[in-house]
């Protein structure tokens, strides 16, 4: 996690292996998500409420579990080429899902929920649909390729 010579040692010699890569995946993709997710809770951005909390937490929560479930979709540590597939993939869902997203965001817009609930169900649906989406076309693309 530390020892970037070792990191650039092993890179030197080839790709990482699947089961170190999603290591280093695993925890980039924690940080990130902290970071967005947490950031906007930290002052002066204002009062934070327990529903702010909540949806934060359970953002990561679902990203790091969609990140996994792409990963055993893959195969898991058997599962090759993880990286060339997980990337190119999530451009192409998360594009389609903002297309997507646009008449439901004019239809929330226009029709404004009234509860804050339904805005944090409507988020974690989003999320775990998309990262579910990812995981079947990975899925498909290492069945394919083990045939």
């Given at each position: 996690?530390?020892?970037?010579?070792?990191?650039?040692?092993?890179?030197?010699?080839?790709?990482?292996?699947?089961?170190?890569?999603?290591?280093?995946?695993?925890?980039?993709?924690?940080?990130?998500?902290?970071?967005?997710?947490?950031?906007?809770?930290?002052?002066?951005?204002?009062?934070?409420?327990?529903?702010?909390?909540?949806?934060?937490?359970?953002s990561i929560f679902f990203g790091m579990l969609g990140?996994?479930?792409?990963?055993?979709?893959?195969?898991?540590?058997?599962?090759?080429?993880?990286?060339?597939?997980?990337?190119?993939?999530?451009w192409v869902i998360a594009f389609r899902f903002v297309?997507?997203?646009?008449?439901?965001?004019?239809?929330?817009?226009?029709?404004?929920?009234?509860?804050?609930?339904?805005?944090?169900?409507?988020?974690?649906?989003?999320?775990?649909?998309?990262?579910?989406?990812?995981?079947?076309?990975?899925?498909?693309?290492?069945?394919?390729?083990?045939?």
């Amino acid at each position: 996690c530390w020892n970037i010579r070792q990191l650039k040692r092993d890179l030197v010699a080839g790709p990482l292996p699947n089961r170190e890569f999603i290591r280093y995946l695993f925890w980039l993709t924690f940080v990130t998500l902290l970071g967005i997710e947490g950031v906007p809770l930290l002052p002066p951005e204002g009062p934070v409420t327990g529903l702010d909390v909540i949806t934060a937490l359970l953002s990561i929560f679902f990203g790091m579990l969609g990140l996994i479930w792409a990963y055993r979709a893959n195969g898991g540590d058997n599962g090759r080429e993880f990286a060339a597939r997980y990337f190119p993939i999530c451009w192409v869902i998360a594009f389609r899902f903002v297309v997507f997203s646009v008449p439901l965001i004019i239809g929330i817009v226009v029709l404004p929920p009234t509860s804050e609930w339904i805005y944090v169900t409507i988020l974690q649906l989003w999320i775990i649909a998309m990262y579910w989406r990812i995981a079947v076309h990975i899925g498909d693309i290492a069945r394919e390729g083990a045939e």
